[in-house]
């Protein structure tokens, strides 16, 4: 009896617990407070890509009440600003979203997106779109022997392609050129010409008709064999040509140091069939191939060149340089031309355009200048005033003053000529031989040696040098005889031993391997100086 009684007792209060109203959830009272507006991710396209005649957008739109609740999206719409009312947008149950814009435009334009939640909290998404002037921006082409190659990528809502073409830079017409229907990337246009010009316009058409189009491309087929390079080397230049053909109107040539390159253009868009390359330097060894300038992307078989050793008649005049005082010794190097001028220091042009040469820097010194010197990114200049200038090159544009000597105070020295051997400075001193300075620290030049072969000589003109397999040689051109030195030493305390003195009278001189080739009066002369004490003519 006792638990009948209990049992009621509980049963009256489970009863009366019913009848209460339920308590207030934490998720209910986060949906009363939301302000929290819905969050828009597109997927695609990205912000400013191109669009056609079909816009196609997808991504996903959700929304919370807080970190933990979620919410509930009421709408999304979407329109194309100043030109279309908004538009209902469905979204699946998994929140994404696919939105197709059929469309006519041709220009930029933006797309909002604006979502809305249960509680009338709104967000928006701008998404710009650029028209680049066609509906297929990707459309390209890539030329090969008799063939063309061209590709492009998918176009939202292209259902069919067609190519039409023409054989000449007319560009095609979709009522009346040739095409080819029911293309689809990489499509390859085979039993062309090489060296002639094609038209290819590519069309897109959408399940409702509407017509995509792209650029006109044009292509020229080639070979690399076709253009056949060959090349002629000068002194201070090397001319390139090719065959030329009447339907590629310009060319473009490559160079490079490498075979495999990379390779760099030396002579943007020319007309014709020959370049001359004047940006070069003495003892190296290029690459060059050709290539039309426009309408083809195959490259020519690269051809290899250097320069002449010496000048020759081939150096034909290419211009006369005016804005130099009193020039007496210049060099190029690279692409500029470093000049002494005797009575304003070092001048510095520029021959990016050989035949109008720039002057791009000068500097001054307490004497004008009466030789010079380039090695590594230094110009060494001797002085009227009996110095030897050290200037570092590095910037052409910028040359900066580094070290300075005073090579001697006797009244027979004059400046007649330099040469650089690693890090010592040999100098044709006139009357009073030759000198050699130690440039190992570029800030304080010393001169280690004075008035050598002064004897012998009389009259000291000219120095060359040379490293020959690791043994450094001097030349030192004279009026009684020149001499061949061996440099042996430290830079600090070198040593000159003198190999001959029966070389004849020099105004100057010049190495090429073991030979040695000398002006000497009217003559030009060669020595074989495998022999250093026995020089044969």
Do not use: H
């Amino acid at each position: 009896m006792k638990r009948i009684i209990q049992g009621g007792i509980i049963f009256a209060i489970l009863a009366s617990l019913a009848a209460c109203p339920l308590p207030i959830s934490e998720e209910a009272v986060s949906r009363a407070r939301d302000i929290t507006p819905p969050i828009i991710t597109v997927e695609a396209p990205a912000e400013y890509a191109t669009y056609s005649r079909l816009i196609v957008i997808t991504g996903m739109v959700l929304d919370s009440t807080d970190t933990k609740t979620e919410g509930k999206v009421s709408s999304l719409t979407y329109e194309i600003l100043s030109y279309t009312t908004p538009q209902e947008a469905v979204i699946a149950s998994d929140k994404s979203f696919r939105i197709e814009i059929p469309n006519d435009l041709k220009e930029n334009i933006v797309i909002l997106l604006t979502a809305i939640d249960w509680k009338g909290n709104a967000t928006e998404y701008r998404l710009p779109l650029v028209y680049t002037g066609n509906d297929i921006p990707t459309f390209n082409t890539t030329e090969g022997n008799r063939k063309v190659t061209l590709q492009w990528d998918s176009v939202p809502g292209v259902q069919s392609y067609r190519l039409y073409y023409e054989a000449s830079a007319q560009t095609p017409n979709p009522s009346t050129s040739p095409y080819v229907d029911g293309i689809s990337s990489p499509y390859v246009m085979s039993n062309l010409s090489n060296t002639k010009l094609y038209s290819f316009l590519l069309e897109g058409t959408n399940s409702d008709g509407k017509k995509n189009y792209s650029e006109v491309k044009r292509s020229i087929p080639l070979s690399r064999f076709d253009l056949f390079p060959s090349t002629y080397s000068y002194f201070n230049s090397i001319e390139v040509t090719w065959k030329n053909y009447p339907g590629i109107t310009t060319y473009e040539v490559f160079r490079s140091t490498n075979p495999g390159g990379p390779y760099v253009s030396v002579s943007g868009p020319i007309s014709g069939s020959k370049y001359k390359d004047f940006s070069i330097r003495q003892g190296d060894t290029y690459y060059y191939l050709v290539k039309p300038a426009q309408y083809s992307t195959v490259q020519s078989w690269y051809v290899e060149a250097s320069s002449d050793s010496f000048p020759a008649r081939n150096d034909a005049f290419i211009t006369t340089l005016t804005d130099s005082n009193f020039p007496v010794d210049a060099v190029v190097s690279g692409s500029y031309l470093y000049v002494a001028d005797y009575y304003f220091g070092l001048r510095i042009y520029s021959l990016e355009n050989r035949a109008l040469p720039v002057r791009v820097a000068s500097i001054s010194f307490s004497g004008g200048a009466s030789a010079l010197a380039i090695s590594n990114n230094y110009a060494y200049v001797l002085t009227t005033g009996k110095k030897l200038e050290i200037v570092d090159i590095t910037d052409p544009l910028a040359p900066q003053k580094r070290g300075s000597v005073l090579i001697t105070t006797n009244a027979d020295f004059q400046g007649e000529g330099v040469a650089v051997l690693g890090n010592l400075v040999f100098i044709a001193g006139f009357n009073d031989g030759m000198y050699v300075v130690d440039a190992s620290n570029v800030s304080s030049p010393v001169v280690r040696i004075s008035q050598a072969g002064k004897a012998a000589m009389t009259q000291n003109y000219s120095v060359a040098v040379q490293n020959r397999s690791g043994t450094r040689i001097v030349f030192a051109g004279g009026f009684n005889a020149s001499l061949l030195y061996t440099v042996t030493g430290p830079d600090n305390a070198p040593v000159l031993t003198q190999q001959t003195g029966a070389l004849p009278y020099a105004g100057s001189g010049v190495f090429s391997g073991t030979t040695l080739f000398i002006a000497s009066g009217w003559d030009v002369a060669a020595y074989n100086t495998a022999t250093l004490n026995a020089p044969c003519l």
